[in-house]
Structures are given as C-alpha cells and as structure tokens.
C-alpha cells in the first residue's frame, strides 16, 4: 500500500522521513556489494529493483490509501540478502516517489513498506532455516511461498491500522473495503514468489544466496 501525503501530518511525516533515509544511507554503505561481483549479479541486482518499482507501481484499489499492489520483497531477501534487499526496495520507492511527485510520505512509506517487510522476510527466513528440516520443498513452499503471504499480510494490516489511526478513512471502510480482500494478494504473492524462486533454484542457485545444495539437496 501507498499512503498519500495529505493524510500525514508534518510532525509524523518529517522523522519517519529521516528514519527511513538513515536506513537506506546505512545499508547503502555497508551493504555487501562485493557479493554481486560473483557470477556478476550487478545486472540481475539492477534489473530487479526496476521491476520492483513496476510492480509497486501497478495499484488496485476503490480509495486514497486504500490501495493494493505485489511486494516481492522476500524474494529479494532471498537472492541478495536483507541489506541488499533493503537498498533495492527503498531505491524502487524513490523512483516511484519521483515518478508520482509524492515526497512528504516517503518516511512512513518506506518503513511500513519496505523496511518492516526485509526485516520480517529476513526473520521468517531465519526461523524457517532453524526450526523446520532442510528440505527443497520446504524451502519453496515455507521459505518462499508462505513466508512471502505471511509478510504482504502483515504489511497490509500495519498499513490498514495506520489509515485507521491517521483518521484518512473510517474503520468501518478500511475492513469492508480494503482488508476484506486481503486474500486476493495473498494468493499471488505467495504464487510469484514461490514460483520465481523455483525457477532461479533449479536454474540458477549460485545467484540465490540463501540457498546451498549442501543443505536442501544432498542426501535428501
């Protein structure tokens, strides 16, 4: 979800902006690059973050702020890693934020929509690798498949609980009208990323850098 800026007030809207850009500033610096010099990722690191902001981009929604689109951010965290993936997601939301003229929301924008997800994708991810067996299937079916569902739920009733709090809409429409369909996105989103991460493990795994033979396929 996108939340417009009229809906927030400066006192919010300026110190999440700073908060979010100190994270981006930060990973920006101490994000592993050196990793995308093997098996020369810098393209494929690129390419996805432009097709992050298309696919943000790409809104469906009856209200302002209201609004849903796919995130793909537990698969970047998967490829490259939560820092990278942190830098990919906030530069998507700049190029959106350019594109659209909208600044004032970008802090809050980018917490909830960027920064909250790595994070929760990067969790998710850790847990699943410890506590559940290492398993090809477990890896595309928890891993990438309902860990992806688990994170855009989250996201969208963080973002819902946010309008509702802000006052932008009555809680009353942001259930009957936004978090009702849920379900909707859920279901892709687990589908695309699932499915991308399937391909690119069977494919390509050395460019997965949350995934090794050693642990999810050999002797298995």
């Known amino acids: ?14 110190p999440a902006a700073a ?15 050196q990793l995308l010099k093997h098996n020369d990722l810098h393209g494929l690191f690129s390419l996805s973050t432009v097709l992050l902001a298309g696919l943000w981009w790409l809104k469906a929604g009856a209200h302002p702020g209201l609004q849903f689109h796919l995130l793909g951010l537990t698969t970047m965290v998967l490829i490259f890693g939560w820092r990278l993936a942190l830098v990919a997601g906030s530069t998507a939301l700049i190029l959106i934020s350019a594109l659209a003229g909208e600044w004032l929301a970008i802090g809050v ?27 090809f299937f477990v890896y595309v079916l928890v891993a990438a498949h309902f860990s992806s569902m688990a994170v855009i739920g989250s996201v969208i009733i963080v ?46 795994p050395e460019w997965v850098r949350s995934f090794d033979d050693r642990d999810y396929i050999d002797g298995k």
């Open 1 to 14: 979800m996108t939340i417009p800026g009229e809906f927030l007030p400066l006192w919010l809207a300026i």
């Open 19 to 33: 908060i979010f850009l100190s994270f981006f500033g930060w990973n920006l610096i101490g994000a592993p690059w």
């Open 109 to 135: 924008n980018g917490l909830i929509g960027v920064v909250f997800p790595v994070f929760l994708a990067n969790i998710l991810h850790h847990l699943i690798y410890q506590r559940l067996p290492r398993h």
């Open 159 to 204: 973002g819902g609980v946010m309008i509702g709090w802000l006052g932008a809409h009555p809680w009353t429409l942001i259930w009957s009208d936004y978090l009702v369909f849920m379900p909707l996105v859920l279901i892709p989103e687990g589908f695309i990323n699932g499915a991308v991460m399937t391909t690119l493990i069977l494919l390509r």
